[in-house]
C-alpha cells in the first residue's frame, strides 16, 4: 500500500516555464488536496477535490491549475511559474466522513529561478 | 471562519527539560477534529494525535501528551523529558465539516539541544 506518491520530489523552474506535480493515492479515498508549505510557515490549502470531475479553490489558488479526471490522481498544474511559488508542496488525501484522518505525500521542494 | 494560533514561534530547550506547545482555535463548528503533525529536519509530516470535540479527556502517549480544553479553545502539547530527536517543527490543526478541509497553525519549531 502506497499511500500518497508524489513525483517529483525536487524541481527547478526558471520563471515562465510551466510544469505539473503528481500525485497519486492508491486508498480509494474521495477527498484530495493541494498545500503549499513556504518557508517557516503552515501549510496553506491551493485546490481541493471530493471526488472525480469535482474540484475547488482553497486559499491561495491563484497562479495554479488542478484535474480530478480518476478518483487515484489529483494532478496541480503551474502555468508561468514566477518566484513567489518558490515553495515545498504537498498532497493530501482522505476518506469521507468526518474522521478527517489525512495522508500526507512526502511533499516537492520546487525553486523557481 | 477556521483559525488556529500557534503564538510560539521557536522554542529552545536543553535536552530532558518538559516543553508545552501551545494551540489556540477558532471556529463556530460545534463537531471538529484537531491535530498535532510533527515536521521532523527530513520535511516529511507525521502525525501524531487527532481529537474529536466531544472528547476533552487528556491523553498521554509515552513521553507526549495533550491537554484540550474547550473552554479556553486550546489544545496544548507537552513533550516530557525532551530529547534532540524531538527537535522539529509542530503544527497545530484543525478539520471542520463546514470547511471540508484542515486548517493549519504558522507551527512552532522546537530545538532541542544536549
Known amino acids: 500500500n502506497a499511500g500518497v506518491t508524489q513525483t517529483p520530489k525536487f524541481r527547478i523552474l526558471k520563471i515562465g516555464q510551466s510544469m505539473t506535480l503528481q500525485c497519486a493515492q492508491d486508498?480509494?479515498?474521495?477527498?484530495m488536496y493541494w498545500y503549499r508549505q513556504d518557508p517557516g510557515m503552515g501549510l496553506k490549502l491551493i485546490y481541493y477535490s471530493v471526488g472525480a470531475g469535482i474540484t475547488d479553490k482553497g486559499e491561495v489558488p491563484n497562479g495554479y491549475n488542478v484535474s480530478r479526471s480518476t478518483t487515484e490522481d489529483f494532478p496541480l498544474r503551474l502555468e508561468l511559474a514566477a518566484p513567489s511559488q518558490t515553495s515545498v508542496y504537498f498532497c493530501?488525501?482522505?476518506?469521507?466522513?468526518?474522521?478527517?484522518?489525512?495522508?500526507f505525500g512526502s511533499g516537492t521542494r520546487l525553486t523557481v529561478v | 471562519a477556521q483559525k488556529v494560533t500557534q503564538a510560539q514561534t521557536e522554542i529552545s530547550v536543553v535536552e530532558k527539560e518538559d516543553v508545552t506547545l501551545d494551540c489556540v482555535y477558532e471556529?463556530?463548528?460545534?463537531?471538529?477534529?484537531l491535530f498535532w503533525y510533527k515536521q521532523p529536519p527530513s520535511g516529511e509530516l507525521v502525525f501524531l494525535i487527532r481529537?474529536?470535540?466531544?472528547?476533552?479527556q487528556n491523553e498521554i502517549s509515552g513521553r507526549y501528551s495533550w491537554n484540550f480544553q474547550k473552554s479556553t479553545s486550546s489544545f496544548n502539547f507537552t513533550i516530557t523529558a525532551s530529547q534532540v530527536v524531538d527537535s522539529a517543527v509542530y503544527f497545530c490543526?484543525?478539520?471542520?465539516?463546514?470547511?471540508?478541509?484542515?486548517?493549519f497553525g504558522t507551527g512552532t519549531r522546537l530545538q532541542v539541544t544536549l
Open positions: 493530501a488525501s482522505r476518506l469521507e466522513g468526518f474522521s478527517g484522518g489525512y495522508t
Open positions: 481529537r474529536n470535540s466531544f472528547d476533552e
Open positions: 486508498m480509494n479515498h474521495n477527498y
Open positions: 471556529t463556530r463548528d460545534t463537531t471538529y477534529y
Open positions: 490543526a484543525l478539520f471542520t465539516g463546514t470547511a471540508s478541509k484542515l486548517t
